[in-house]
Nanobody
Framework: QVQLEESGGGSVQAGGSLTLSCAASGYTSPCMAWFRQPPGKEREGVAAIDRNRRSTYADSVKGRFTISRDNAKNTLLLQMNSLKPEDTGVYSC?????????????????WGQGTQVTVSS
């Protein structure tokens, strides 16, 4: 059974940094991604990475966020720098992709519970 456990969320001021971690067990996924759901909005793709560590980023986070993976530990990371209030939301990791574009939420079959990130101005 696939299990995903996110950690690292919290509250920071604008300009601060956070690192999110997603530990996966029960399955080694060739593609992994981070999504977020801002308050009152739809879930949106943040960053994705494949088994060869090729990454894709949403335009809104390019240059500020870095996605990485540790294949030996089956762990996904998201380093978030220069955080803005609009980065606030529940961040979830996703695995088991279906061949759709990497930042499309329909591309993933398994999701973590999510971790809250709050950025204050």
């Amino acid at each position: 059974q696939v299990q995903l456990e996110e950690s690292g969320g919290g509250s920071v001021q604008a300009g601060g940094s956070l690192t999110l971690s997603c530990a996966a067990s029960g399955y080694t996924s060739p593609c992994m991604a981070w999504f977020r759901q801002p308050p009152g909005k739809e879930r949106e793709g943040v960053a994705a990475i494949d088994r060869n560590r090729r990454s894709t980023y949403a335009d809104s986070v390019k240059g500020r966020f870095t996605i990485s993976r540790d294949n030996a530990k089956n762990t996904l990371l998201l380093q978030m720098n220069s955080l803005k209030p609009e980065d606030t939301g529940v961040y979830s990791c996703a695995v088991m992709c279906l061949g759709l574009p990497p930042l499309n939420p329909r591309n993933y079959r398994r999701w973590g519970q999510g971790t809250q990130v709050t950025v204050s101005s």
